[in-house]
């Protein structure tokens, strides 16, 4: 972390004039900084983030590894071994244990990297202006001394002085607890105590625009901000668990109590038949150390980051770990229509004004060029009465087009297209006041004042036409002003009603010099393209038991219109508007909701109730959006989805980010988390089956007072094949069309269920009897040979790795799975054969494994007796695509997306 040093303290900026804040920094505020000089800025203040904490060293956190209870238990017995001058069983042990914590290591350093991966997936961006022009950075790279601006629904980038705001409302509750949004204001202030509070002036750092937009001077970056003091307490504090990494923790608790009630009895056994206590308790301890699954949360950790950082590549960015286990469980996906299915690009493409003139303008995204059609008649000038339309389009707008590439507000680019299109000359004006744009309301105004007169300035009001007219008290006809009635305003009606019908959206337009007295003077039809891949994602959804829902702010007929195109609305689906959603119960809401497709004219309260009445009926919601009144229905669902050019509220509230805004990658994500769970039972399963094996034979040679068929060392290899390459390459298993177009599991469905268990018992009992038959084969005189512990030990081994090769699909025989698709456990499997053969065959290794060279026979005998588990859970496998096939409701879906009967 570099030293961070700032000029200006927060405080003492808030009691300054805006100009002199701009001078103590030395930047022009209609400028910005040049790059050389925020370049030698950026050297001596930083970078603006949270650079990571120093790390303990390599050396220091493999040492780190000996502090277990059970390792230093194995180190006492190699110092015993010692004393009693047995030197290689000490070397033995030594080795082993050092072979043990080295896996771990490995395991440990991979999960935290892979989870340092997923910090940088979604990095901020700042609108800042440098050498005079507005450029979207890293905010990382602001410095002290930029200008930056910031609107509705952005993230503040860094503390910054506001210069300049209009109806600026900050979230302020991430440092004070209050969830009543800010106003701010640009005046110096009077600080008293130093509190937030009086710091009206100051935007700080991860704070929320609720309303408005401002200019400001950076004056606070990386840990010299309000944010960086409380990310210094907050480093302290360690990330909470997943649900399921606590549900493999309980599980790893009670098969660790279980392996040490067994592990005793055996040691009292051992104890009792007057076996050598010293050997007994290294292989109970040796036992303890791989019976144990401590590297089920690890693995369970590593298999969860390295999905998430697969769905980064298909552009959907998973901000919380714990929602990957969510996912596969989605079964109602709800969508906002703007920026989700269609392409937020929006296009005004029809205007009728108040003459009831209606005009068509060719061109379609934010190009200046551009045609006017009246009917079939081309004009070359602008008429008059589309031109005021232009006018207040251009006037009533807060963003900005450069090099056909638009900064602000989808709709207000539109209108500022529009504008270009029409070549107005529009007179240099002065804005004295903006009413910002509000869900309640529905409307946006400014008040401006022409720069070459001295009048008192003219209101330009755009906004939904039934707002707008609750305003008006004139309409424009041919050149004259005329009393707006109830006919004249049933007839605007008509008229944008008929444009909803054919989807477009719809703005009306106003101007006056009272704002309760404004004259009507026409509308606008917006064309927002559906995105090209969105109908036949739909339409997978639904073929994976996913019931998709339509909620926009938009009117019944423009939503009706949508919902057809992309077969969101069939027959006999309902239709809710937002007020008939309000005259209705909780639980009346609650009995409709499955059957509803399309929610109209809704505000973000009426998202969260569609929510929370699917989620009463038992359905896992997920639901996707990228503006400011989506936040809060995202808060609410089990997954929000958040589009990637969407405002950073909304990717704050949302469990996942779509980088290029495509719901292609909703699906692959839903896929992807029925994947990774699917994996996590496969290497659950494979682990569950070796750590059973092992303790039971163990358990049962002591029973039967017969020596161990497994010396120590050769047992913690086990654990390290149990842990290891082999365990971990099952959970990056590649997703399997079948298994993954299965009904959405249930929530409540637990990684370890009977069935597993019956398979684990089934695979253990294959294993355990044919590696017994092996060592009381070879033991044909009473005594133990090195032979007959190799061959034990290798026996074990294969029965491990095709157990391994049948743990790769749950459902799927060995024949029907793409045996070369999972490169990684192929080179784990084939690895832990060559390692094996190093035991077997390396003179050093032999002396500290105590094992022999096996000839090519006892090899070849060895590997077709391990088949046998294979074999074993193919038939399993068979019975259970049988049981499937006859089930002929397992894949049907209902209408609200779920199944009648839940796959595993």
């Not at 030293?3 to 505020?29: F, G, I, L, Y």
């Not at 590894?65 to 030594?94: E, N, V």
């Not at 970056?221 to 907050?234: H, L, N, P, R, W």
Request: glycine fraction near 8%; aromatic fraction near 6%; proline fraction near 3%.
């Amino acid at each position: 972390m570099v030293s961070q040093k700032s000029a200006v303290e927060t405080s003492r900026a808030a009691t300054m004039r805006a100009e002199d804040v701009c001078m103590e920094w030395n930047v022009d505020p209609a400028v910005g900084l040049a790059n050389h000089d925020a370049e030698r800025r950026q050297k001596s203040h930083g970078m603006n983030d949270f650079g990571e904490k120093e790390e303990e060293s390599l050396f220091f956190k493999y040492l780190s590894g000996f502090k277990d209870p059970l390792i230093l238990m194995l180190l006492c017995s190699a110092a015993i071994s010692i004393a009693t001058s047995q030197y290689d069983d000490a070397i033995s042990i030594t080795v082993a244990v050092v072979i043990v914590t080295l896996v771990g290591f490995i395991q440990e350093y991979r999960s935290e990297k892979s989870l340092e991966a997923l910090n940088n997936l979604v990095p901020p961006i700042a609108h800042c202006f440098r050498n005079g022009m507005r450029q979207d950075l890293l905010a990382r790279e602001l410095v002290p001394g930029d200008i930056v601006e910031i609107g509705l629904g952005d993230r503040v980038p860094a503390d910054t002085r506001i210069l300049q705001c209009s109806g600026l409302e900050l979230d302020e509750s991430s440092f004070t607890g209050e969830t009543e949004p800010v106003r701010k204001q640009c005046d110096p202030v009077v600080v008293t105590k130093g509190e937030l509070a009086e710091l009206t002036n100051i935007a700080f750092m991860g704070t929320l625009v609720c309303n408005g937009h401002a200019r400001g001077v950076v004056i606070g970056t990386g840990y010299s901000t309000q944010f960086g003091e409380i990310f210094t307490m907050m480093e302290s504090e360690e990330t909470p668990k997943t649900p399921l990494q606590k549900n493999m923790d309980k599980l790893g608790k009670h098969l660790s109590l279980i392996s040490f009630f067994v592990i005793g009895v055996i040691l009292l056994v051992g104890f009792l038949q007057g076996q050598d206590f010293q050997e007994m308790l290294t292989i109970g301890v040796s036992l303890a150390v791989a019976a144990i699954p401590e590297g089920l949360p690890i693995v369970v950790t590593v298999t969860l980051a390295l999905g998430v950082i697969r769905m980064s590549k298909k552009k959907a960015i998973v901000r919380k770990l714990p929602s990957v286990e969510t996912l596969g469980c989605v079964n109602v996906l709800c969508v906002d229509k703007t920026g989700t299915l269609t392409k937020n690009e929006m296009t005004v493409t029809e205007v009728t004004t108040s003459s009831e003139n209606t005009y068509t303008i060719t061109g379609t995204g934010y190009f200046e060029s551009g045609q006017i059609y009246q009917g079939d008649q081309l004009h070359s000038r602008c008429p008059e009465d589309l031109a005021v339309i232009g006018k207040i389009g251009y006037l009533c707008n807060n963003s900005t087009i450069t090099d056909r590439e638009l900064f602000g507000n989808p709709t207000d680019g539109a209108l500022l297209a529009l504008s270009r299109k029409l070549n107005l000359a529009v007179e240099d004006t002065a804005r004295l006041e903006e009413l910002p744009f509000s869900h309640e309301r529905k409307w946006m105004g400014v008040k401006c004042v022409s720069k070459s007169t001295s009048d008192s300035g003219m209101y330009y009001v755009k906004g939904a036409t039934e707002q707008v007219l609750e305003v008006c008290s004139h309409l424009l006809g041919d050149g004259s002003l005329k009393l707006l009635n109830p006919s004249d305003k049933q007839l605007l009606l008509e008229t944008v009603r008929e444009k909803e019908d054919r989807g477009m959206r719809t703005l009306s337009l106003c101007y006056g010099s009272a704002m309760n007295s404004l004259v009507y003077v026409g509308c606008v039809g917006i064309v927002d393209p559906l995105r090209n891949t969105v109908p036949k994602t739909i339409n997978e959804l639904h073929a994976n038991c996913i019931n998709v829902k339509m909620i926009t702010g938009d009117s019944k007929n423009i939503a009706m219109a949508i919902g057809q195109q992309l077969n969101i609305y069939r027959g006999n689906d309902t239709v809710l508007s937002g007020d008939m959603i309000d005259n209705m119960t909780e639980e009346g809401l609650s009995d409709v909701i499955n059957s509803v497709s399309i929610i109209y004219r809704s505000t973000p309260r009426h998202k969260m109730k569609v929510i929370k009445a699917l989620q009463a009926n038992g359905l896992t919601v997920a639901m996707t959006g990228d503006g400011v009144n989506d936040a809060v229905a995202l808060k609410c669902a089990d997954i929000g989805i958040a589009m990637g050019k969407g405002t950073d509220v909304c990717k704050e509230a949302a469990e996942m980010v779509l980088a290029n805004d495509d719901m292609t990658a909703v699906l692959e994500a839903v896929q992807e988390g029925k994947n990774i769970f699917l994996n996590i039972k496969n290497f659950v399963r494979f682990q569950l089956s070796t750590s059973v094996s092992a303790l039971m034979m163990i358990a049962l040679t002591t029973f039967w007072n017969i020596p161990s068929p497994l010396n120590p060392m050769q047992i913690l290899w086990i654990n390290i094949i149990m842990d290891g390459p082999p365990a971990q390459s099952l959970g990056v298993e590649p997703m399997d069309s079948s298994s993954v177009r299965s009904p959405p599991r249930s929530p409540k469905k637990q990684v370890v269920d009977l069935g597993m268990l019956v398979r684990v018992c089934l695979s253990a009992s294959v294993i355990i009897t044919g590696t017994l038959w092996v060592y009381k084969n070879e033991m044909v005189d009473g005594q133990v040979t090195a032979r007959d512990t190799t061959m034990t030990f290798t026996c074990f081994i294969f029965f491990d790795m095709f157990n391994a090769l049948s743990c790769r699909s749950l459902t799927k025989s060995v024949l029907q799975i793409n045996l070369l698709g999972n490169t990684t456990f192929l080179i784990a499997i084939s690895a832990s054969i060559l390692a094996l053969f190093g035991l077997i065959y390396v003179p050093f290794l032999q002396a500290i494994f105590q094992t022999e060279a096996l000839n090519f026979e006892d090899i070849c005998m060895l590997a077709a007796l391990g088949s046998s588990v294979l074999l074993a859970d193919e038939c399993c496998k068979l019975f259970i695509r049988n049981f499937a096939d006859s089930d002929r409701n397992i894949k049907d879906c209902n209408s609200d997306g779920s199944s009648e009967k839940l796959l595993p």
